[in-house]
């Protein structure tokens, strides 16, 4: 008996690349099929662990492409979709939010879409728990219930994919399940985010920027944990849910950069005051306990053991931070790989 195909959007990202590693490393009897459009931050030497697998095939291409990905899902046989392909960071949906309305709300309305149409048996749609506000200190935490109230346009983008995705499952009676999780941390984060970027930075001994007074909150998630909640999602998730995921971790931005510094031996007075983000949310924290009830799912890493594990990786993969620095990833797969480089207009 075939195992599943299963069609993994934004495979060449963050999280996407660790679930890929993972799924390949669990289940060698599915095969997995990555769409991504290799944006600034998707990278393919994110899945070079996994080079020559013949369980994987990657293709070049945009998840707004409707006939791209009709076609993918028959030619493919999809049985599921885990969705990760998103515009993913705040700063840059405050500098320009057209992208992550076009990837992030009609990207996964064509992606939707198409799955409705090809019958497919499974939808992940992967969300954060942006898209519920902000906590002030002394409120509890997030639960699948909290009426969504989106800060930034990346969050309000999101909630909107994820009320599609929703009204996909309740309209149409489609198995899309919803996942919404809390700051995710480990390898391969691109360093635009918190913890890769003041990492990289104190290890090059630059000035780590702080926004504001550096008493904002997150809840971090080591993305392993993620991943594993997300593969529970795809095989034991109730259609038309939603599962929060959280690192039961909420820390303080400034105590999270002091920790960064102590890891790395570095001194304290690299940090530097910057003018805060606007908008900032101040906390997030979720309540993971649906998860855990319902998926038999836990988060396994504490923060202190999983940030000492992101230290030991990004300074363990210097070839892979130099390339992501000096912008040599953006042509890395073409050169190495052209002959398995499947595109779009092949596809098609
Ligand atoms: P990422 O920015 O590292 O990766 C996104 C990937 O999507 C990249 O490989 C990019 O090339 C690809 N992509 C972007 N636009 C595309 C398009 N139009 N077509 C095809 N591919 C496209 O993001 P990440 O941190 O890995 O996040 C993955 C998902 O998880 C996102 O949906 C995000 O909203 C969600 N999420 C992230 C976090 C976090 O802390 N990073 C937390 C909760 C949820
Ligand atoms: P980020 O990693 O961008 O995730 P998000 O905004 O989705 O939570 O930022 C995490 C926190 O760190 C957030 O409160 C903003 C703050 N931050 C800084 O103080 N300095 C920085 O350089 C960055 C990138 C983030």
Partial sequence: M?????????????IGANFVQQQRRLYPQDRLIVLDALTYCGNLRNLEPLSG???????????????LVGK?????EIDAICHFAAESH????????????QTNVVGTTVLLDAARNAGIGRFVHVSTDEVYGTLSPSDPPFTENTPLAPRSPYAASKAASDHLALAYAHTYGMPVIVTRCSNNYGPYQFPEKLIPLMILSAMADKPLPVYGDGQQVRDWIYVADHCAGIDAALRRGQ????????????CRN????????????????????????????????????KAEQQLGWQARWTLADGLVETVRWYRENPAWCQSVQSG?????????????LVTAKEVA
């Fill in 90 to 101: 705040v700063d840059r949906s405050i500098l320009g939010p057209l992208p992550f309305v």
């Fill in 328 to 340: 040599e990833y953006r042509t890395f797969f073409e050169r190495n790989y052209a002959d398995r």
């Fill in 239 to 250: 259609p038309g849910e939603v599962y929060n995921f959280g690192g039961r971790a909420e």
């Fill in 72 to 76: 993918l899902l028959l030619e493919e």
């Fill in 53 to 67: 697998d013949r369980g994987l095939r990657f293709v070049k291409g945009d998840i707004c492409d409707g006939d």
């Fill in 254 to 289: 400034l105590q999270m950069v002091h920790s960064i510094l102590a890891l790395l031996h570095k001194p304290q007075s690299l940090i530097r005051f910057v003018a805060d983000r606007p908008g900032h949310d101040r906390r997030y924290a979720i309540d993971c306990q």
């Fill in 2 to 14: 075939r195992g599943m195909n299963v069609l993994v959007t934004g495979g060449c990202g963050f």
